[in-house]
T-cell receptor, first 117, second 114 residues
Framework: GAVVSQHPSWVICKSGTSVKIECRSL??????MFWYRQFPKQSLMLMAT?????????EQGVEKDKFLINHASLTLSTLTVTSAHPEDSSFYIC?????????????FGPGTRLTVL | KQEVTQIPAALSVPEGENLVLNCSFT??????LQWFRQDPGKGLTSLLL?????REQTSGRLNASLDKSSGRSTLYIAASQPGDSATYLC?????????????FGKGTKLSVKP
Protein backbone atom coordinates (compact mmCIF):
# COMPACT_ATOMS: atom_id res chain seq x y z
CA GLY A 1 0.00 0.00 0.00
CA ALA A 2 0.95 3.61 -0.44
CA VAL A 3 3.05 5.00 2.40
CA VAL A 4 3.76 8.58 3.34
CA SER A 5 6.45 9.37 5.89
CA GLN A 6 7.19 12.52 7.83
CA HIS A 7 10.36 13.60 9.53
CA PRO A 8 10.81 14.43 12.29
CA SER A 9 7.95 12.85 14.20
CA TRP A 10 8.34 15.44 16.91
CA VAL A 11 10.47 18.54 17.45
CA ILE A 12 10.96 21.04 20.23
CA CYS A 13 12.51 24.38 19.40
CA LYS A 14 13.09 27.79 20.88
CA SER A 15 11.00 30.76 19.91
CA GLY A 16 12.44 32.59 16.93
CA THR A 17 14.11 29.60 15.32
CA SER A 18 13.05 27.88 12.09
CA VAL A 19 11.97 24.28 11.77
CA LYS A 20 11.81 22.16 8.62
CA ILE A 21 9.41 19.23 8.30
CA GLU A 22 9.74 16.71 5.49
CA CYS A 23 6.97 14.74 3.84
CA ARG A 24 7.88 11.85 1.56
CA SER A 25 5.85 9.48 -0.56
CA LEU A 26 7.77 6.23 -0.30
CA UNK A 27 6.36 4.05 -3.04
CA UNK A 28 4.52 6.35 -5.38
CA UNK A 29 4.91 9.67 -7.11
CA UNK A 30 2.94 12.60 -5.82
CA UNK A 31 2.57 15.70 -7.96
CA UNK A 32 0.38 17.15 -5.25
CA MET A 33 0.88 17.13 -1.51
CA PHE A 34 -1.13 18.84 1.18
CA TRP A 35 -0.16 20.30 4.53
CA TYR A 36 -2.65 20.28 7.40
CA ARG A 37 -2.47 21.60 10.93
CA GLN A 38 -4.34 20.24 13.91
CA PHE A 39 -4.63 22.04 17.23
CA PRO A 40 -5.66 20.07 20.32
CA LYS A 41 -9.29 18.95 20.20
CA GLN A 42 -9.75 20.74 16.90
CA SER A 43 -10.32 19.63 13.33
CA LEU A 44 -7.55 19.26 10.83
CA MET A 45 -7.30 22.42 8.78
CA LEU A 46 -5.70 22.60 5.36
CA MET A 47 -2.83 25.08 5.30
CA ALA A 48 -1.59 24.80 1.75
CA THR A 49 -1.46 22.71 -1.37
CA UNK A 50 2.02 21.86 -2.60
CA UNK A 51 2.50 21.25 -6.31
CA UNK A 52 5.69 19.74 -7.68
CA UNK A 53 7.69 22.27 -9.61
CA UNK A 54 5.49 25.25 -8.87
CA UNK A 55 4.52 27.57 -6.04
CA UNK A 56 2.31 26.33 -3.26
CA UNK A 57 -1.26 27.53 -2.90
CA UNK A 58 -2.03 28.81 0.59
CA GLU A 59 -5.39 28.83 2.30
CA GLN A 60 -6.86 32.06 3.56
CA GLY A 61 -5.26 33.18 6.78
CA VAL A 62 -2.05 31.18 6.36
CA GLU A 63 1.05 33.35 6.03
CA LYS A 64 3.08 32.16 3.07
CA ASP A 65 6.21 33.96 4.26
CA LYS A 66 6.02 32.21 7.59
CA PHE A 67 5.21 28.73 6.32
CA LEU A 68 7.56 28.08 3.43
CA ILE A 69 6.72 25.11 1.25
CA ASN A 70 9.01 23.50 -1.26
CA HIS A 71 8.01 20.58 -3.49
CA ALA A 72 11.16 20.02 -5.50
CA SER A 73 10.60 16.41 -6.47
CA LEU A 74 7.73 13.99 -7.03
CA THR A 75 8.35 12.33 -3.69
CA LEU A 76 9.30 15.13 -1.33
CA SER A 77 7.65 18.25 0.02
CA THR A 78 9.02 20.32 2.89
CA LEU A 79 7.32 22.76 5.22
CA THR A 80 9.54 25.27 7.01
CA VAL A 81 8.09 27.16 9.93
CA THR A 82 10.14 30.34 10.08
CA SER A 83 10.65 32.38 13.23
CA ALA A 84 8.50 29.97 15.16
CA HIS A 85 6.45 31.20 18.10
CA PRO A 86 4.60 29.27 20.83
CA GLU A 87 1.30 29.75 18.99
CA ASP A 88 2.75 27.72 16.11
CA SER A 89 2.89 24.69 18.38
CA SER A 90 0.64 22.16 16.75
CA PHE A 91 0.41 18.80 15.02
CA TYR A 92 1.36 19.12 11.35
CA ILE A 93 0.19 16.39 8.98
CA CYS A 94 0.91 16.04 5.29
CA UNK A 95 -0.91 14.01 2.72
CA UNK A 96 -0.05 13.03 -0.81
CA UNK A 97 -2.11 12.30 -3.86
CA UNK A 98 -0.98 9.33 -5.94
CA UNK A 99 -1.02 10.57 -9.52
CA UNK A 100 -1.79 7.06 -10.75
CA UNK A 101 -4.98 6.81 -8.69
CA UNK A 102 -8.30 8.70 -8.65
CA UNK A 103 -7.98 12.30 -7.60
CA UNK A 104 -9.96 11.75 -4.42
CA UNK A 105 -7.36 9.41 -2.95
CA UNK A 106 -5.02 10.93 -0.40
CA UNK A 107 -2.51 9.15 1.79
CA PHE A 108 -1.66 10.77 5.09
CA GLY A 109 1.65 10.88 6.88
CA PRO A 110 2.00 10.09 10.60
CA GLY A 111 2.30 13.74 11.55
CA THR A 112 4.90 15.93 13.24
CA ARG A 113 4.36 17.34 16.72
CA LEU A 114 5.93 20.81 16.94
CA THR A 115 6.42 22.43 20.33
CA VAL A 116 7.82 25.94 20.42
CA LEU A 117 9.13 27.06 23.80
CA LYS B 1 -19.81 27.51 4.05
CA GLN B 2 -19.46 23.78 4.56
CA GLU B 3 -19.37 22.65 8.17
CA VAL B 4 -18.91 19.12 9.40
CA THR B 5 -20.17 18.06 12.80
CA GLN B 6 -19.60 14.78 14.58
CA ILE B 7 -21.66 13.45 17.44
CA PRO B 8 -20.85 12.28 20.03
CA ALA B 9 -17.49 13.87 20.77
CA ALA B 10 -16.54 10.86 22.88
CA LEU B 11 -17.94 7.39 23.37
CA SER B 12 -17.02 4.59 25.73
CA VAL B 13 -18.44 1.11 25.24
CA PRO B 14 -17.71 -2.40 26.50
CA GLU B 15 -16.08 -4.84 24.14
CA GLY B 16 -18.47 -6.64 21.81
CA GLU B 17 -21.03 -3.87 21.47
CA ASN B 18 -22.23 -2.61 18.13
CA LEU B 19 -22.04 1.17 17.83
CA VAL B 20 -22.86 4.05 15.52
CA LEU B 21 -20.90 7.23 14.97
CA ASN B 22 -22.64 10.18 13.39
CA CYS B 23 -21.46 12.82 10.95
CA SER B 24 -23.47 15.69 9.53
CA PHE B 25 -22.60 18.30 6.92
CA THR B 26 -24.34 21.53 6.04
CA UNK B 27 -23.90 21.60 2.25
CA UNK B 28 -25.33 18.48 0.65
CA UNK B 29 -23.55 19.09 -2.70
CA UNK B 30 -20.57 16.87 -1.94
CA UNK B 31 -18.41 14.74 -4.23
CA UNK B 32 -17.81 12.10 -1.60
CA LEU B 33 -17.40 11.53 2.11
CA GLN B 34 -14.57 9.76 3.87
CA TRP B 35 -14.20 8.20 7.27
CA PHE B 36 -10.75 8.15 8.82
CA ARG B 37 -9.21 6.69 11.92
CA GLN B 38 -6.59 8.59 13.93
CA ASP B 39 -4.63 6.97 16.73
CA PRO B 40 -3.17 9.24 19.44
CA GLY B 41 -0.33 11.34 18.07
CA LYS B 42 -0.57 9.61 14.73
CA GLY B 43 -1.64 10.40 11.21
CA LEU B 44 -4.86 9.38 9.52
CA THR B 45 -5.85 6.04 8.08
CA SER B 46 -8.62 6.07 5.51
CA LEU B 47 -11.33 3.59 6.43
CA LEU B 48 -14.08 4.10 3.89
CA LEU B 49 -14.83 6.47 1.05
CA UNK B 50 -18.39 6.85 -0.19
CA UNK B 51 -18.99 8.51 -3.52
CA UNK B 52 -21.92 10.89 -3.79
CA UNK B 53 -23.81 8.35 -5.92
CA UNK B 54 -23.45 5.59 -3.34
CA ARG B 55 -25.58 4.86 -0.29
CA GLU B 56 -23.11 2.80 1.70
CA GLN B 57 -19.73 1.12 1.78
CA THR B 58 -18.60 -1.86 3.82
CA SER B 59 -15.20 -3.03 4.94
CA GLY B 60 -15.04 -5.89 7.40
CA ARG B 61 -16.85 -4.89 10.59
CA LEU B 62 -17.30 -1.34 9.34
CA ASN B 63 -20.25 -0.03 7.41
CA ALA B 64 -20.65 3.59 6.38
CA SER B 65 -23.86 5.02 5.03
CA LEU B 66 -24.51 8.30 3.26
CA ASP B 67 -27.73 10.28 2.98
CA LYS B 68 -26.84 13.34 0.94
CA SER B 69 -30.28 14.90 1.02
CA SER B 70 -30.30 15.03 4.80
CA GLY B 71 -26.61 15.83 5.07
CA ARG B 72 -25.77 12.80 7.19
CA SER B 73 -23.44 9.86 7.31
CA THR B 74 -23.08 7.12 9.88
CA LEU B 75 -20.24 4.75 10.63
CA TYR B 76 -21.41 1.47 12.08
CA ILE B 77 -18.89 -0.68 13.90
CA ALA B 78 -19.97 -4.23 14.65
CA ALA B 79 -18.68 -6.31 17.54
CA SER B 80 -16.33 -3.61 18.79
CA GLN B 81 -12.85 -4.56 20.02
CA PRO B 82 -10.33 -2.74 22.23
CA GLY B 83 -8.19 -2.28 19.13
CA ASP B 84 -10.94 -0.11 17.68
CA SER B 85 -10.15 2.54 20.27
CA ALA B 86 -9.16 5.68 18.37
CA THR B 87 -10.58 8.96 17.12
CA TYR B 88 -12.81 8.64 14.08
CA LEU B 89 -13.00 11.56 11.68
CA CYS B 90 -15.30 12.21 8.77
CA UNK B 91 -14.43 14.61 5.98
CA UNK B 92 -15.89 16.01 2.79
CA UNK B 93 -14.10 17.87 -0.02
CA UNK B 94 -14.60 21.61 -0.25
CA UNK B 95 -16.72 22.45 -3.27
CA UNK B 96 -14.91 24.41 -5.91
CA UNK B 97 -11.57 24.03 -4.25
CA UNK B 98 -8.66 21.67 -4.59
CA UNK B 99 -9.59 18.05 -4.16
CA UNK B 100 -7.23 18.12 -1.25
CA UNK B 101 -9.16 20.66 0.72
CA UNK B 102 -10.98 18.27 2.96
CA UNK B 103 -13.30 19.72 5.59
CA PHE B 104 -12.96 17.61 8.70
CA GLY B 105 -15.19 17.19 11.69
CA LYS B 106 -13.64 17.34 15.16
CA GLY B 107 -13.96 13.61 15.49
CA THR B 108 -15.46 11.09 17.86
CA LYS B 109 -13.05 9.62 20.40
CA LEU B 110 -13.97 5.98 20.87
CA SER B 111 -12.85 3.89 23.79
CA VAL B 112 -13.66 0.17 23.82
CA LYS B 113 -13.18 -1.39 27.25
CA PRO B 114 -12.08 -5.04 27.51
Amino acid sequence: GAVVSQHPSWVICKSGTSVKIECRSLDFQATTMFWYRQFPKQSLMLMATSNEGSKATYEQGVEKDKFLINHASLTLSTLTVTSAHPEDSSFYICSARDQERPTDTQYFGPGTRLTVL
Amino acid sequence: KQEVTQIPAALSVPEGENLVLNCSFTDSAIYNLQWFRQDPGKGLTSLLLIQSSQREQTSGRLNASLDKSSGRSTLYIAASQPGDSATYLCAVPLQGGSQGNLIFGKGTKLSVKP
